[in-house]
């Protein structure tokens, strides 16, 4: 008897308590699964592609033409820097083949338009990201005056002191890392030149209209119409002149078949 109930005391705690150990051996399980997974996640990037583009589209465009003029290497502190932008590398990996296709550097897929290549980049390349502090231009979109270049609404509202002060703090912050006064002339003279063409726009109310120095220079649209008329016009140019010779040509021969009528032939 006393044998018996001690066999069904221990069937029962082993009933009792093994549903427990299971659970927890599976949480423990699926925990430990968990934390194999996450080294091989991608980074969650909280960077706007779009903005980051417009902000490296007005560097390259009001900036780096008077950059390169005086010859002036930006360093790689500065968030100006090329090197800190975490979409560089695969924005020069764009090829734009035609208006309607686009196409990608690293695996030659093709597209319809350029935002379903971004789409691409963050679906199968997210890893050739540089997610490292810093590297988002899209913050400094404020300094540099992207909403202006966007034509978006926020640069048609109405001034705000506080937004406009935090952006100005910025834009001479920028002045002063990318270009110190005390590294010679060329440095003074673009860290003068940062706070014209960026900063000083940075006011309420709004006066001033940012990149008062103007940019990098783009053909005319006058250069343009005449350059494709005088392309348009030079075939057409040659076919007349050719067959004018043509005509020429043929005139000449024309001439010499004539017969000298009325003229007798000398008597021998």
């Not at 008062?212 to 002149?241: A, D, E, H």
Request: contains cysteine; aromatic residues 10%.
């Amino acid at each position: 008897m006393g044998r018996n109930t001690q066999i069904f005391t221990s069937i029962f705690l082993l009933l009792l308590f093994s549903p427990q150990e299971i659970l927890i051996q599976g949480f423990d399980d699926s925990a430990s699964r968990t934390l194999k997974q996450e080294p091989g996640r991608a980074h969650e990037v909280h960077c706007s592609r779009e903005r980051s583009r417009a902000a490296w589209g007005v560097i390259e465009e009001y900036l780096m033409p008077f950059v390169e003029q005086v010859q002036y290497e930006i360093s790689s502190k500065c968030r100006l820097h090329p090197d800190n932008d975490m979409f560089r590398d695969q924005e020069q990996h764009k090829i734009h083949v035609d208006i309607n296709e686009w196409r990608c550097g690293y695996c030659k897929k093709s597209f319809r338009a350029e935002k379903f290549l971004d789409q691409h980049f963050d679906n199968r390349h997210n890893n050739l990201l540089n997610v490292s502090h810093g590297k988002c231009l899209a913050d400094l979109c404020g300094a540099l005056h992207c909403d202006f270049v966007m034509n978006s609404k926020s640069s048609r509202s109405k001034c705000n002191p506080a937004a406009v002060a935090k952006n100005r703090h910025l834009c001479e912050s920028l002045a002063n890392r990318c270009f110190p006064i005390n590294q010679g002339p060329s440095a003074s003279r673009l860290h003068e030149l940062f706070l014209r063409q960026f900063c000083d726009a940075h006011k309420c109310p709004r006066k001033s209209q940012p990149f008062p120095k103007g940019g990098r220079k783009q053909p005319s649209v006058f250069y343009l119409s005449i350059s494709i008329l005088t392309l348009m016009l030079l075939p057409i140019f040659y076919l007349i002149v050719y067959l004018y010779q043509r005509e020429m040509r043929g005139g000449t021969q024309e001439l010499k078949r004539i017969p000298r009528v009325g003229r007798k032939a000398k008597p021998s």
